[in-house]
């Protein structure tokens, strides 16, 4: 399946500094982002530490000084989703072997999330709370679980969704890169279908914009640059209050012919 | 601050303020109030101040304590509330419950500001999920059952009778790659489309509007137990099994 892609990252309105990195692999299918924190700086340092390890580890995965993880899950993820866990995981490793060798970079951290794309099948990891979404007929669904506090305690019934989005807690994280020198990195596969769009998004664009405008603005625009741009261009309009970084990558649709006319759905809405 | 009253067939026995100290009853004369009564352990449960949230919690006794009408091990009291312990019951008569639950009690030494993102270590997440966890819906905790979200086929032409949903997404299409995949002609590759969300699961459109209980959907529904889900001809019964 044919893949374009495109990516932006804005320091934002308020921030005077961009923490946030990410990469597109296009050869690969492999789009990285990830969410730097930690003062004077040194969140651009973990999150451009993060998107570099996960890309070199990915691209080259022979490496042998590389850490792994030691038994791992007991699913049955395919090579290339493992491969994508242990290039979180040798991150979260880097990250935190630096801070222990800079003690100025002692708290720096980060968050991360990847997908790499394989034919119709797509590979995501993620720490954090930076999100992937998936746009589908219309409907836009996050596919990653905020490894946010409020989240967890949706996920556990002790508040609703419009309270968490409320909440004054919003950024407090259970699971970031660079805390420890290991880290659970969820990962998780999907199938993918045709013109499906893939987002990755770091939350500097879903506090200022809502899911309902982000999939409206998806749809709209086909250029996957130009629509990473147009969702930046929202958020700031809205206050731009945390550095933004928007990645987009559009299937294409499978081969044109008469023979597509004919699966073509009836009463086909997108 | 709040007042505690045991109570029997309506008359009251004692009265007790709850304020740092914890408040215990039992049938053992030692405790702060006594029930003289078999059906009583003898240190049958403890009401303490968590932050300023109001906990009563059994203590391994043998009958059991009950908040209104539910059995409880531990659960957060509102005021009116009764506690039930055998025969006698304590009514609970607490002043205005504060809202959010972070502003007293238990804090990180430095509150997190909105914009600073902060990450917990080990210790101070789990206090602030067992925190939390105090302060939500009193329920009898059973974190051993797991729950299976099940689509069970009613009619229509697809490839299974029933549908245990363990992915995020599930699709329902003619698609070779759909979950519940549609039987028939001019079937939509993708009709509708079930997410998992942290809040439960969520039936969204796809090339088609499902219905929920005879109503077509608006937009993403959140599925209940029992919801009835209607699509391309195919009936479905949504259930949540334990």
Known sequence: ??????????????????????????????????????????????????????????????????????????????????????????????????????????????????????????????????????????????????HSLVAEQVRRGIITPQQAEESEM??????????????????????????????????????????????????????????????VDLANERGGLDNITVIVARLQDESKGWFSWLRRDSGKRD | MAKLSLMFE???????????????????????????????SNYHARIYFEGSRLVVEDLDSLNGTFVNDLRVERATLHDGDS????????????????????????????APKINETMVLDTKARRDMLQQAAAMGERSQFSPGRVKMPTLIVLNGRVDHKEYVLTNKLTVIGKSPMATVRLRGWFKPQVAAQISQRDDGYYLGTGAKIPSVN????????RLNDGDLIEICGVRMNFVIRE
Not at chain 1, 50 to 78: F, H, M, Q
Not at chain 1, 175 to 192: C, I, M, Q, T, Y
Not at chain 1, 199 to 223: F, H, K, N, Y
């Open chain 2, 83 to 110: 506690i039930w312990i055998g025969k006698h019951h304590i009514r609970v008569d607490a002043t205005a419950d504060t809202a959010i639950p972070w502003e007293t009690g238990r804090k990180p030494a430095s």
């Open chain 2, 214 to 221: 005879g109503s077509p959907i608006p937009g993403p529904v």
């Open chain 1, 170 to 231: 919003q950024s407090v994280l259970l699971r970031a890169l660079g805390a420890h020198s290991e880290v659970d990195v969820d990962v998780d596969e999907f199938n993918l279908f045709p013109r499906d769009v893939l987002l990755l998004c770091s939350d500097g664009l879903t506090r200022m914009v809502t899911e309902p405008e982000i999939a409206g603005t998806l749809q709209a625009e086909t250029d996957p640059e130009k629509a990473a741009q147009k969702l």
């Open chain 2, 10 to 40: 309506n008359k009251l026995m004692k009265e007790v303020s709850i304020g740092d100290r914890p408040v215990t009853i039992g049938r053992s004369p030692d405790n702060d109030l006594p029930v003289d009564n078999l059906a009583v």
């Open chain 1, 1 to 146: 399946m044919q893949i374009v892609s495109g990516g932006v990252t804005d320091l934002g309105r308020v921030r005077s500094n961009n923490e946030d990195s990410f990469r597109i692999i296009e050869p690969l299918n492999l789009f990285i982002l990830s969410d730097g924190m930690g003062g004077e700086a040194h969140g651009e340092v973990a999150s451009s530490l993060a998107v570099e390890t996960v890309e070199r580890v990915c691209a080259t995965p022979k490496g042998d000084s590389d850490v792994t993880l030691a038994g791992a899950s007991s699913e049955n993820w395919s090579p290339q989703t493992r491969l994508l866990q242990n290039a979180v995981f040798q991150a979260n490793f880097n990250i935190y072997q630096s801070s222990q060798e800079h003690p100025e970079q002692r708290g720096m951290g980060a968050t991360l999330t990847a997908g790499w794309i394989n034919g119709n099948k797509l590979s995501l990891a993620h720490v954090g709370d930076s999100r992937a979404y998936l746009l589908r007929t219309g409907n836009l669904q996050q596919l990653t679980n905020d």
